[in-house]
């Protein structure tokens, strides 16, 4: 099981920038898919962004296309999301998760990973 752990959360005003940090463990974690999840209080967790194995494609909910670039340095097993003109809509727990490759199912859900972060929280302030 690959561990991860996060980093970079903060509280930021709206316009601002984070960059957040998902470094794992494992010699094999670049070619494992990689997910950024957030959940707000009340409410269940939602994608936001995924890469595939080593690098080759990106993925972006409605939301945060644009503003959000997600990218992995796998010389450092640590996959980041930098967050760019943010807004208080972004104030939520971010997660990231990761799943071997060739895995079947969808990657922008839940349940397709099985190795998770602990959250780093992110608030925007307006």
């Known amino acids: 099981q690959v561990q991860l752990v996060e980093s970079g959360g903060g509280l930021v005003q709206a316009g601002g920038s984070l960059r957040l940090s998902c470094a794992a463990s494992?010699?094999?974690?670049?070619?494992?898919?990689v997910g950024w999840f957030r959940q707000a209080p009340g409410t269940e967790r939602v994608f936001v962004s995924a890469i595939s194995w080593i690098g080759g494609n990106t993925y972006y909910a409605d939301s945060v296309r644009g503003r959000f670039t997600i990218s992995r340095d796998n010389a450092k097993n640590t996959v980041y999301l930098q967050m760019n003109s943010l807004e208080p809509e972004d104030t939520s727990l971010y997660y990231c998760?990761?799943?071997?490759?060739?895995?079947?199912?969808?990657?922008?859900?839940?349940?397709?990973?099985?190795?998770w972060g602990q959250g780093t929280q992110v608030t925007v302030s307006s």
């Open positions: 494992g010699r094999t974690f670049s070619t494992f898919t």
């Open positions: 998760a990761a799943q071997p490759p060739y895995s079947r199912g969808d990657r922008r859900a839940p349940s397709f990973y099985d190795a």
